[in-house]
């Protein structure tokens, strides 16, 4: 049966979501709100308009296209009134130059699955394969298990990459039509994980307990986040979780701080919280990976931008490439 979802970005040759190159495919709607979201445009679960400044020559066009008459030129720039839009995509097509956008894209599942099997020559000859992720796509769980049972149908290998917040049942069947599992592990303190997520922890634990009962092969991943995540006492308290409960876990990687989704909140109106934090350095990242392999763990791995980077991105501007975060 052919089921439909949205989705806001098909990433080709990634090669940090997974083995091999792969395809990631991100998906709307996420149940956790991370103070440190990179991801923005993936919370909600349902489409929204945006609008690029930079590539707006004012020329009106959506102004005049909406029917809902939602869309204003002021002195500032285009401004949405997101009470009345009803996100029905004319603006965009009426927009010359593509400065206004829809956040989330519907697929059906035939369809994305077809999409995504035209990159299958890069993951047999890389033992990559296409990696589920958002937003969080559980969330779209059907939605999600059709397109990991259509590209295993056609031996694509399909890694699902989750922050583990659903329920028992979702997990268990998911668990079922993916090969391998990118799990979130956060923060270990349970009032500082609701505080900064907005979800208990509980039920992250349990179902990362889930994920090692299943025997699938697991990468356990913490983005290392200043004043949030980033103290030792949380990564040795991941670590030992990980010895202690997870043994199907093969792979252990921290994930750097940035900034470099500043731009992307201001698509939204908003202002990122941590768009004054620093950069963690080179050396604390490299202490914290120590830590972890000190308490048992194997092929700790930690990458991302730290301040003794020899190549940064000019003043954070460019727009990032998702991440896991």
Not at 55 to 83: F, H, M, W, Y
Not at 146 to 152: E, K, M, S, T
Not at 157 to 173: P, Q
């Amino acid at each position: 049966m052919t089921t439909t979802g949205f989705v806001t970005n098909i990433q080709r040759c990634s090669t940090e979501d997974g083995p091999g190159i792969r395809t990631t495919v991100f998906f709307k709607g996420c149940p956790m709100s991370c103070v440190w979201c990179h991801n923005i445009e993936t919370i909600d679960a349902d489409p929204v308009i945006v609008w690029y400044a930079v590539k707006c020559i004012g020329d009106q066009a959506c102004v005049r296209a909406c029917p809902e008459s939602a869309i204003e030129l002021t002195p500032d720039g285009i401004k949405i009134n997101r009470e009345l839009c009803k996100v029905c995509g004319t603006c965009e097509d009426a927009c010359p130059t593509g400065a206004i956008k829809v956040m989330g894209n519907s697929w059906d599942s035939d369809s994305l699955i077809e999409e995504l099997l035209r990159d299958k020559v890069f993951f047999t000859t890389s033992n990559g394969g296409v990696t589920l992720s958002g937003g969080e796509a559980t969330y779209q769980s059907a939605f999600a298990i059709d397109i990991a049972i259509g590209l295993q149908a056609n031996d694509v290998h399909v890694a699902l990459d989750t922050c583990g917040y659903c329920s028992e049942k979702i997990m268990r069947d998911t668990l079922q039509h993916v090969d391998m599992v990118l799990y979130d592990l956060k923060i270990m303190d349970p009032q500082k994980h609701e505080e900064f997520t907005g979800v208990p922890l509980d039920r992250v634990l349990a179902n990362a307990i889930i994920v090692a009962e299943s025997g699938k092969s697991v990468w356990i991943r913490t983005p290392i986040i200043p004043e949030h995540t980033d103290n030792e006492e949380n990564i040795r308290s991941i670590a030992q979780f990980i010895v202690e409960k997870l043994p199907n876990v093969v792979r252990y990687d921290l994930l750097a701080f940035n900034r470099m989704c500043t731009d992307k909140y201001k698509l939204f109106d908003l202002e990122y919280p941590l768009k004054d934090a620093d950069l963690i350095s080179e050396e604390t990242m490299e202490h914290l990976a120590d830590i972890a392999r000190n308490e048992g763990v194997e092929n700790v791995e930690w990458s991302g931008m730290t301040k003794n980077s020899t190549i940064l991105t000019t003043n954070d501007e460019q727009e990032e490439k998702p991440c896991a975060n």
